[in-house]
């Protein structure tokens, strides 16, 4: 059970989150926010209970300051290509913020304290080498709280069972699709099926589902600015949460079913939604969007910093707003489609950009520690 008592006490909003069932986390890590104490800061003054990370966080980690430096000159020393560098670079900061959230996963037997640290998105479409680097990635960082982060792609599916069933946690990325979401969800409950048969201890693999809300309203925002009608315009910066709150209508399901009653019988944890891409990219729309009107129980909120301090600032929480709209939301996506939107046109192409962005943040982090390869071996 979470003993609350134990957790650092959060300012009203986030308060009002926790008691509403959400656990709040920093979608952001740099070697400079553990050296400089400042992720201990935002645990004892802001309420986080939780970081994930991408390789978009660690490369712009790695462009700003000199924080990195002392240990790329030593690995540079040591012969270490940039593969393998990068590999111990994210390893040791996902470590170091594990042991900073040692007290929050200890407080809440295991649900929150965790830390994520993504598999390379270059095996985005390998299931079979995406599994063996989250193993690797798993028993190099070496603490329990850590979650492997895994792309939702059709690959993916496979390696996030694969995983689970070797009784490591895991963070499934980039879901933009009910459909994609339900198979996430069965290759989930395969994986713990699988853990429990081979008689893996199940209550002590987690798993959270990072569902994306933003980038939805992006796309969606964008041909709707393009059909340019009153119609059109009154849909504006409704997709993202209508289609993340029957995310959840879908999770109820899942989560009711006998099929997953037996193994939570058997100390089986739920895979809890995250809402991931919360920073509201529109100006136009209140900063807290994606937090306010996505406020339900047994919850992760990933926010970036920026979010964070908006939701602390103005956030009003006022508890459960999601069960009970799935009906009105499902009109929005219907109303979308009926103005010639194609929702699976516009997840499909969700995911192949969420992909190439990865990618592409990862090319820039091997570029980028190549170079300071280069510079400390005063090339």
Known sequence: MIDMAQL???????AALREAGVSVWLDDLSRERLRSGNLQELIDTSGIVGVTT??????????????YTEQLTQLASE?????EVVFALTTDDVREACDVFAPIYEATDGVDGRVSIEVDPRLAQDAEQTAVVAKQLSETVDRPQVYIKIPATEAGLPAITATLAEGISVNVTLIFSLERYRAVMNAFVEGIEQALAAGKDISTIHSVASFFVSRVDSEVDARLDAIGTSDATALR???????ARLAYQAYEEVF???????LESEGGRRQRPLWASTGVKDPAYPDTLYVTELAVDNTVNTMPEKTLVATIDHGEI?????????????????????????????TAKLEKEGVEKFEKAWAELLGGVEAELSKAAGK
């Open 318 to 346: 006022t508890g459960d707003a999601v069960t009970g709209t799935y009906a009105e939301s499902q009109q929005v996506l219907d109303a979308l489609e009926d103005l010639g939107i194609s929702y699976t046109e516009v």
């Open 8 to 14: 650092p006490t959060a300012p009203a909003p986030i």
């Open 79 to 83: 012969g270490k290509d940039v593969d």
């Open 256 to 262: 009711a079913t006998p099929r997953w009653q037996r």
């Open 54 to 67: 991408n390789p978009s966080i660690f490369q712009a980690a790695l462009a700003e300051g000199d924080a």
């Open 237 to 243: 910066g409704k997709a993202g949460v209508a289609n």
